[in-house]
């Protein structure tokens, strides 16, 4: 029943199980008729059998059967096939073993003697019951994934590191720091804690701490009282009571002056703090989530920044690598935008060329997962056709990719631009070269290029994927 029960081009199957030859025969007529599948068996042990070897959406078992009775089968069906749902049939008046069977695990009942429209409807009404929880099933996981993770697209190991860090540390009351180059997705995993903790029905508030200018700073995290300086013209809550009970998270954290970096030391410690120009102070239950890019460890060695907060920030760490850290993650990445984007342009456009695939993949993207996703929004709007092509691409990454397209061509290593030294990234152009020259010799025999390059059948399809060059052999 996984696919839902309700979906009109896909026939419901039945399992009849009755010990009485004529019940089942009739069962089975007007349900085929009704435009069911159906399959039928006398008792219990059969039926078992039948459930371990199809995919069948709804039982109809009598009460009593030969052997296995039926409130244990209804136990054992249930554990077993959770998606199935039973049907009980029983005898006019055991009102009290149905209902003890439908806490078995046992769907609905209907009682003894029905007419077949009867048994029809009951099991419409299943159908639309099974519809409308499959219906709610995907609802609540749309929802779920949009934070739970699914929003953070990812597939190489690295990122696989630092979700399950994530979700071994979202569900503890400690603060949390976020390094990462610009781009990174450090917003994105903060959100991901909170929306992963015991606090996702309560506020997630970020504050960019290098956007607000010096002299607002303190009232905006901290309120103010009416009368505390010119403007204050009535009481203000602050940022850390908006957040109270849910996530605060202090983007650029490191741009946070000095005397400011005292305050919230004080409000982390002791959970409180004080609006500006009051004297009371206010409990607050607020997690912190703080980010950076600098190397705060540096500024607190230059003294830019106060060592104890930054411990008191630094309990636990997390550090999104830089894209070109993690090469694997641009193919899901792209796939992920060009879904995302065409969506909200009402665009359909399908795919992106390999070529193009190739240079996204050869390209320092410096403003990392950002710079990625405006490149691709940027595509999609450039595309007439219905695949991205190089043509569609922002100057710097065809220059990018002819660059690549020359060291394709030259023989060696001498000619690699001096400027990337990355090991890596060299090891993967010499990879694709060496995919290419083996298939081409092999005219294309995957099988036979794969000895060549002495890797595993399976390997090279991997590879061909991960380079975008599926095009290439048979
Ligand atoms: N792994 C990812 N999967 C999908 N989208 C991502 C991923 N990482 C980042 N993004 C997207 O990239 C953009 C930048 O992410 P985000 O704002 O979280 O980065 P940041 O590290 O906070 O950047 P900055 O330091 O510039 O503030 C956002 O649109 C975000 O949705
Ligand atoms: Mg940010």
Redesign the pocket.
């Known amino acids: 029943m996984d696919k839902g029960l309700g979906e009109v081009d896909k026939k419901l199957s039945v399992l009849v199980i009755d010990d009485e030859e004529t019940i089942r025969s009739s069962l089975k007529l007007n349900l085929q008729l009704a435009g069911y599948e159906v399959s039928v068996a006398e008792k219990a042990e059969p039926a078992f059998s039948m459930l371990s070897d199809q995919e069948v959406d709804i039982v109809l078992c009598d009460l009593r059967m030969p052997g296995i009775d039926g409130m244990s089968f209804i136990e054992r069906c249930h554990a077993t096939n959770p998606n199935t749902a039973i049907i009980l049939m029983t005898g006019f008046g055991n009102h009290e073993l149905a209902l003890e069977a439908m806490r078995r695990g046992a769907y609905d009942y209907i009682s003894k003697p029905f007419d077949p429209q009867e048994l029809i409807l009951t099991l419409k009404k299943v159908e639309e019951r099974e519809q409308l929880r499959h219906e709610n099933e995907e609802l609540r996981s749309e929802v779920e994934e949009r934070y739970h993770f699914g ?4 597939k190489s190991k690295v ?1 696989k590191e630092v979700f399950d860090k994530v979700k071994r540390l979202a569900q503890f009351h400690t603060t949390v720091l976020v390094t ?1 180059k ?8 903060a959100r991901a804690i909170h929306h992963n903790s015991p606090r996702r029905s309560k506020p997630f508030i970020a504050i960019n701490c290098g956007a607000i200018p010096e002299a607002l700073m303190e009232s905006e995290l901290f309120g103010h009282k009416k009368g505390a300086f010119t403007d204050a013209s009535r009481d203000k809550k602050g940022l850390f009571e908006e957040a109270d009970g849910g996530t605060l998270f202090l ?1 650029e954290i490191g741009e946070m002056p000095p005397h400011l970096q005292v305050k919230l030391l004080r409000a982390l410690q002791e959970q409180q703090i004080r609006r500006v120009g009051d004297e009371q102070t206010i409990h607050v239950d607020v997690r912190v989530i703080a ?1 950076t ?1 600098r190397d705060l460890e540096q500024d607190v060695m230059d003294g830019r920044f106060r060592e104890d907060l930054f411990y008191r920030l630094n309990v636990v760490s997390i550090h ?1 690598p830089s894209l070109h850290e993690r090469t694997e ?1 641009i193919p899901v ?1 792209v796939e ?1 935008f060009i879904k995302k984007h065409n969506k909200r342009l009402g665009l359909s456009i399908k795919s992106i060329s390999p070529e193009t695939m190739r240079a996204l993949m050869n390209y320092q993207w410096r403003g990392n ?2 710079e990625l ?1 405006n490149c691709i929004e940027r595509s999609l709007v450039m595309t007439d056709g219905d695949a991205i092509d190089t043509d569609s691409l922002p100057d710097s990454i065809q220059a990018a990719l002819h660059r690549v397209q020359d060291a394709d061509q030259s023989a060696g290593l001498e000619l690699l631009s001096d400027d990337n030294l990355s090991i890596k990234q060299h090891s993967r152009t010499l990879e694709m070269k060496l995919i290419k020259k083996a298939l081409a010799r092999t005219k294309g025999n995957r099988t036979h290029a794969a000895k060549l390059l002495e890797i595993s059948h399976r390997a090279l399809l991997y590879k061909l994927k991960e380079y975008g060059l599926t095009e290439l052999g048979k």
């Open positions: 929003n953070i697209i990812a990122m990462g610009s781009g990174t997705g450090k917003e994105l995993l983007d980010a890019l999104l993650d990445l992920h997962i950002r996703e």
